[in-house]
């Protein structure tokens, strides 16, 4: 193959990875909407919104685990069609669902589909040259178009509400599923397909990152789900949230196409733990301060440490183990963790009227987390 038709090659693996894994977090990031739409039409209190959400990242990560001792056998590109069938059969039943066990069942069926794409990003980028400037790249490519989502599905809210914006993200899963196709097909065999030996089992160091962004996720995502309705308690509408979080993910695409291009010079230990602090710092923030404008700086602050922490740490995973194995189960870690933290937010606002113990919460979780991941960075620092 000659060069030109290698870059061609590599341009098609980078544009793949981007259009799965905004496809992958469409439900992280804007899920939140649909939380808020839902309490407004059908009166659905805090805790029973927690578990709707925890349905959906519960099943996320049960994809993942299951993929993850599979992941050298498998064709990234067909897993993202499978995943994009189920995301818009999904969502676009839901929006004509009013019945809470059914809407609970979307869920479930959505995060399936989200899991099973995001597993088919990190086996792609896990077969690039360079998997934590993959995952950059494709976060940075992911960030911009979600500025343009973050616009327009609020609008959408309004104008059409819970219904409409359903719709709205069925219809973007079927987009940027399409864009997935670019993704490259066959498996992590090698040639003849003769079957790998099996995975060591994790060793030391790879519990340490699982807990590390088990710590991280549990802590910065508790509050997630109900971002909306916390900018909703101190006065802030939709619509001017959703011009926040356009803002926020505009500098987290900086942040990443910055990480992405410098990741290879930097060490470790010192830009994870600074991300890892600032990420809680900001958490805190979003449930104490009281006006808009302050929500929004702390909201583009936790958004941009948000995605570069979770970069630094897949890297952290690949650098243990190259196959890819780790970086899904640390994935699926995060979706698991996120799942209690909604569930436990949901509950922490039912019983004390309101969301602001949850973000003190969150970073004393990433403190623990830095101290958790820190040593390890440090070591594969000094050995690199």
């Keep these: 193959m000659g060069a030109q038709a290698r870059r061609a090659g590599a341009i098609a693996t980078l544009v793949g990875i981007g259009a799965a894994s905004t496809a992958a977090h469409l439900g992280n990031n804007f899920t939140t909407y649909l939380v808020g739409g839902l309490i407004d039409r059908f009166g659905y209190g805090p805790l029973a919104m927690g578990a709707w959400n925890m349905a959906e990242t519960l ?20 897993l993202a069609m499978l995943a994009t069938a189920l995301v818009v059969l999904a969502q676009g039943l839901s929006a004509f669902l009013s019945a809470f066990p059914l809407l609970l069942l979307g869920r479930l069926g959505t995060g399936l589909g989200f899991g099973i794409m995001n597993s088919a990003v990190n086996l792609a980028a896990g077969r690039t040259a360079h998997p934590a400037r993959a995952i950059s790249l494709g976060i940075t490519f992911q960030t911009i178009l979600f500025a343009g989502i973050a616009l327009t599905l609020p609008q959408v809210g309004k104008d059409h509400g819970v219904m409409g914006m359903f719709l709205a993200l069925a219809g973007l899963s079927l987009g940027l599923g399409l864009l997935a196709l670019w993704l490259p097909g066959g498996t992590g065999l090698p040639e003849g397909g003769e079957a790998p030996p099996a995975p060591a089992p994790l060793n030391a160091d790879g519990y340490r990152v699982l807990a590390a962004m088990a710590l991280f996720a549990f802590g910065t995502l508790a509050i997630w789900p109900f971002i909306e ?5 101190i006065g802030v509408p939709a619509t001017q949230f959703g011009r926040y979080q356009s803002l926020s993910v505009l500098t987290s695409a900086l942040g990443n196409a910055l990480l992405a291009a410098m990741v290879q010079r930097l060490p470790r230990a010192l830009p994870l733990g600074l991300a890892l602090g600032a990420c809680g710092t900001a958490c805190a923030l979003l449930t104490t301060v009281t006006t808009g404008p302050a929500f929004g700086a702390a909201l583009v602050g936790y958004n941009t440490c948000w995605f570069l922490s979770y970069a630094l740490l897949l890297g952290l995973a690949y650098a243990c183990e190259e196959s890819g194995r780790l970086a899904v189960m640390t994935t699926g870690t995060w979706l698991l963790f996120q799942s209690l933290g909604s569930l436990a937010a949901g509950g922490i606002a039912q019983r004390f009227g309101g969301y602001a113990p949850i973000g003190p919460l969150g970073a004393m979780a990433c403190v623990i987390a830095i101290a958790v991941a820190l040593p390890l960075a440090r070591r594969l620092d000094r050995a690199a």
């Design 59 to 78: 099943s996320y990560a049960a994809a993942m685990f299951v993929i993850a001792p599979r992941a050298r056998r498998l064709d990234a590109r067909l």
């Design 229 to 233: 309705r916390t900018a909703h308690a």
